[in-house]
């Protein structure tokens, strides 16, 4: 008996046999041709459906480009046949996998290289925007009737309008960008007018058993319209869409916090967007309902399928962690599923491909999926059970070698370990727990509270060591710095902190403290000596950082050093004194490199992986560490 049966529950929407209520969204690939994109985005969608999901929505089709394409946006372009063979290979590869392959149609509008909208205005200093014409408006709606004709002629299955997130429809449904007296503008009929329109012709096109997914935005947070407006949206969609997916936000010149309500950050609730959801199915008769905005669990996606919040949830960056969630779900090995980590490392790096965090594979899928010369079984000995030797011990195991990982502390999980009771961390110490799952699985033997010296290696005769004993902390040359304490130590510890701290550095690891010691209700200080937040190689987890701050009202002093610290006070280069509890230092690290340096001679082969080869974050240490294991006794 199923664990999810809602969940799991096939589906008929026009001609199409949904086998189950997720969907993964739509997430571009940006690495494109002229008329293709690389070999691996075949790979990168299908391996979505292999994992089981009911449909998979190939993200940026511009149905008008490149004048509708947004400025300096990579984008597959539908207003051109020449596309048609590479799409026609995406589409089989995806179907041949079980899913229902689904195109992605966009038009940036106002913020499209030629910048028309619905309305004359300003996009940015310097940057105007136009007010379409009834031409074209109805040049337009052509356009996403041709692009749907040569996605169904490519053996696309449905298509999915994003009418949300600032693009064009929801440009036109708003008040905020549409101030149009015409059929176009005014009331919420002729606002929705274009996005109706859009779907009929679709419809007249396609045939009306062609599914049309419809992406609105359920409120444009404080900026634009709120929910009540959302609903209004969706009751003009009722009939002429197959599903309404909401989604909640908008691109462009509305403020940066809102952005991240779109693309949920740590600091926010997974699933926040349910009950707009809700309310929007509440509302209409004939569409479907799907909903996204940071669902992982699958008891949740159940919960919003049987109450009857949504026909369907619509999975983006859990999937880039774990494309095989709903084959996970189905099977009920819910303790098994990698879930998102929501640490924005996919968006830092989006215009290097998606990637992710803890999933070395996203983003290498035909590197993945190769076939690699046969592996020599060899004896292998981590040293470290951080994130890079966890990962680097569990790969080497499921590749054949027999594998020893030893830790010198009585757990896993490295530094980052210590923000276990974090509680926008949790999902880190979830992590944690599944890979230490997962080696026990694969036969890897753990031995904790264990230095690893020279003669230890030695003894233990390994074919290969992998060393991943990573950093330590810097400590700033500070006069007095010996009265302050180091972050990792007050992680550990937050009583440390006292109700009042100073904490130097405003990078990722001081700035989140400083909004854990907040909810502990400690009054918190911010020294950085930059003039921004530090991103640590991820400027979208930067942003929800600065945001977060600013929305606790903490005020970081940036532009400034500290001079001097005395017990209880710090003095700054102003000559300002500031008094306090605890001073903390959060000012970097520093690769490990003398201690993984003494294992060099200790067997044949010494690989070095993770913060002790290079301070990186989640990601570089995981990347490197399945890249280095998978290959030992393959090559050479």
Same mark, same amino acid.
């Given at each position: ?528 000596? #930059? =003039? &921004?937040?530090?991103?640590? !190689?991820?400027?979208?987890? @930067? ?5 977060? /701050?600013? +929305?606790? %009202? ?58 002790? #080869? =290079? &301070?990186?974050?989640?990601? !570089?240490?995981?990347?490197? @560490? ?5 290959? /030992?006794? +393959?090559? %050479?």
């Amino acid at each position: 008996m199923l664990k999810y049966p809602h969940l799991f529950r096939p589906i008929k929407v026009g001609n199409v046999i949904f086998r189950n209520r997720i969907l993964a969204s739509a997430t571009g690939y940006v690495e494109i041709n002229e008329k293709s994109l690389p070999d691996n985005s075949l790979n990168y969608y299908a391996r979505k459906a292999m994992g089981g999901a009911a449909a998979v929505a190939v993200g940026e089709g511009q149905v008008d480009h490149p004048g509708g394409g947004s400025r300096g946006g990579a984008c597959i372009d539908l207003s051109n046949p020449d596309w048609m063979p590479f799409l026609s290979k995406l589409s089989e590869k995806i179907s041949r996998n079980g899913a229902i392959p689904s195109m992605e149609l966009c038009h940036a509008g106002r913020y499209s290289a030629t910048g028309y909208g619905p309305s004359d205005g300003e996009v940015a200093k310097d940057r105007p925007c136009f007010a379409m014409s009834e031409e074209q408006i109805l040049r337009t709606i052509d356009a996403h009737k041709n692009a749907a004709r040569l996605a169904k002629a490519s053996g696309f299955k449905m298509v999915t309008i994003h009418g949300g997130h600032g693009w064009l429809p929801q440009q036109f449904f708003s008040p905020y960008y549409n101030s149009r007296t015409d059929r176009w503008g005014g009331s919420a009929e002729n606002r929705a007018r274009l996005a109706v329109m859009i779907c009929d012709a679709i419809h007249d096109e396609c045939g009306r058993d062609f599914p049309v997914e419809f992406r609105i935005s359920s409120t444009e947070l404080a900026d634009g319209y709120g929910i009540e407006e959302g609903i209004e949206y969706a009751r003009q969609l009722d009939g002429h869409a197959d599903i309404i997916h909401v989604s909640l936000g908008v691109h462009g010149i509305m403020d940066n916090d809102h952005w991240l309500e779109m693309t949920p950050s740590i600091f926010r609730q997974a699933g926040a967007n349910v009950e707009n959801a809700a309310l929007i199915k509440q509302n209409v008769h004939q569409s479907l309902v799907a909903v996204v905005a940071g669902i992982s669990e699958p008891a949740m996606m159940e919960d919003i399928i049987s109450s009857g919040k949504a026909d369907f949830v619509a999975l983006a960056r859990q999937l880039l962690c774990d494309p095989d969630t709903p084959n996970k779900a189905r099977a009920g090995r819910t303790d098994d599923i990698r879930q998102c980590l929501r640490c924005m490392d996919c968006w830092s790096n989006l215009m290097r491909g998606f990637r992710c965090a803890i999933n070395p594979k996203t983003g290498r899928e035909d590197e993945a999926l190769s076939a690699l010369p046969p592996a020599k079984p060899q004896r292998v000995l981590v040293v470290g059970g951080g994130i890079a030797g966890m990962q680097a011990a569990l790969t080497a195991a499921q590749n054949g070698h027999v594998v020893t990982l030893c830790e010198k502390y009585g757990r896993l999980g490295g530094g980052i370990a210590c923000e276990e009771h974090v509680p926008f961390k949790q999902r880190i110490k979830d992590y944690i727990t599944l890979q230490e799952r997962l080696l026990k699985r694969a036969g890897v033997a753990l031995r904790l509270n264990c230095t690893v010296t020279p003669e230890f290696a030695r003894a233990q005769d390994a074919d290969v060591i992998i060393a991943a004993v990573g950093a330590k902390p810097i400590v700033p040359t500070i006069a007095g710095i010996e009265h302050a304490v180091c972050a990792i130590d007050v992680y550990n510890n937050p009583n440390l902190a006292g109700k009042k701290a100073i904490i130097i550095g405003a990078g990722l690891v001081g700035g989140e403290l400083a909004v854990y010691l907040h909810s502990l209700g400690c009054e918190v200080e911010l020294i950085e000596h #930059a =003039d &921004t937040i530090s991103a640590g !190689g991820n400027r979208v987890h @930067a942003m929800a950082l600065s945001g977060e /701050i600013r +929305r606790l %009202g903490i005020q970081p002093r940036f532009n400034t050093q500290v001079n001097r610290i005395t017990p209880g006070a710090v003095t700054l280069d102003n000559g300002t004194e500031l008094h306090c509890d605890a001073v903390i230092y959060a000012t970097g690290q520093k690769a490990n490199a003398d201690a993984a340096l003494t294992l060099s001679d200790c067997a044949p082969q010494v690989l070095y992986v993770g913060d002790c #080869a =290079d &301070t990186t974050n989640i990601m !570089g240490a995981v990347k490197v @560490a399945w890249t280095t294991a998978r290959h /030992i006794g +393959r090559f %050479g």
